[in-house]
């Protein structure tokens, strides 16, 4: 299903701008945690490691093919749609005409897998004026050992106004991760693919924190 790869023209003139430096930061922590090549696990994420952009930075979970729940959400999500976000679906951001074309990118990053970069742009209206947007996401095994987590950042480029704001996708990139050769998980069995069951309606486990935060002491 991976069909953007080579549909991007000028996708680095693009890209300039909105934070650029940070989620290139966000992207290299990501892939410094990679263990032997391998896709990193939620647990090996520390707060401490993508600072800049906390409070853009979500991790998702898979529940379904082509689609993601929100289990941790930094603050800039909230603001974005006026309330709180914690188990949401990922496509919530998007509007309705964008959200297949979400659900099939979503899909190459958990099987392929992939990483998935977007441009967003959320158009002007009352008490909003126009907004850009990128999403960057990247997959994460959770602790059974399967890729089903994304850690990624929602970045914005201007006042948010009256919310809630919903974008569109105007260009992607998907990039394959090659993983080891053996074809391994860290816990040395086969990788397992995510079950493709409906999405229930459980409240996000409170393992999870609901917002990301970073703790200092002295």
Known sequence: ????????????????????????????????????????????????GIEPLLAEAFVAERIAPGLARLRIAGNHLTDLMGMEV??????????PADRDRLADLLVDLFDAPATVDLRLTA??????APLAARMVLMPLRSDLGDISRCLGCLVTDGPLGRAPRRFAIT????????????????????????????????????????????VKSD
């Open 1 to 48: 299903m991976i069909k953007d790869m080579n549909t991007i023209t000028g996708w680095a003139g693009q890209m300039r701008g909105l934070r650029a430096r940070e989620i290139e930061a966000f992207r290299r922590y990501w892939s410094a945690m990679r263990k032997d090549g391998d896709v990193p696990r939620r647990s090996d994420i520390d707060p401490r």
């Open 86 to 95: 914690r188990g949401m679906p990922l496509s919530s951001f998007l509007l």
């Open 123 to 128: 158009e002007a209206g009352r008490g909003q």
């Open 171 to 214: 260009s992607s990139k998907v990039s394959v991760v090659t993983l080891r050769q053996d074809g391994l998980s860290g816990t040395g069995f086969t990788t397992p693919k995510a079950p493709a069951s409906r999405p229930d309606a459980r409240p996000p486990s409170r393992s999870e924190r609901p917002y990301l935060r970073l």
